[in-house]
């Protein structure tokens, strides 16, 4: 295969592994070929953004990536097919940045994304739209900061995340957060 740079490892019900790497697209390895999945800039069906190291499989069989640059894609992997939800600072129902470094699906079936600059944000799958969730609104305290590293569930209505300054509790049924800071 073509990279060094990989970022993630997961396998699907088939029993494919699937790469996400820094610069290569993501690959899918079947224990005897590996088949890579990259931009192709006259094929609108390819992977939209090379930088693909970020992946996730959800509940309903599709491979969520997390591009650097490129916003949330999602690969269908019954049809094969991408579908990218890129950022866009005008349209406040995409996704809050560019750059997504993490994808997390809870109990409840529902997609978070954190980002490297935008906080975090909730896909809703019905209208495919995006949530920023993590801003401070009409009174309610926001994320501590913008760029999220990880996210956790540790009851059904409570997620964990870890941002570049703090820790972040969020109320999934409230969307408040609150904070633990270093001493």
Known sequence: FTSSIIFSIVQDDDGFLWFGTGYNGIFRYDGKNM???QREPTNLNSLPNDNAGNLILDSQDNLWIGSWGGGAIEFDL???TFTQY???PDEPD???APKVQRIFE???NTLW???FSGGINRFDRSSQK????SEQKAGKIGISNQRVWDIEQTTADELWIATEFGLNKLDI???TFSHLFPE
């Open 35 to 37: 088949v890579t999945f």
């Open 78 to 80: 019954r049809s094969q």
């Open 86 to 88: 890129a950022y866009s």
């Open 94 to 96: 995409r996704v809050s």
């Open 106 to 108: 809870d109990t409840n």
């Open 113 to 115: 994304f954190g980002t």
């Open 130 to 133: 995006f949530e920023h969730v």
């Open 173 to 175: 049924s409230t969307l």
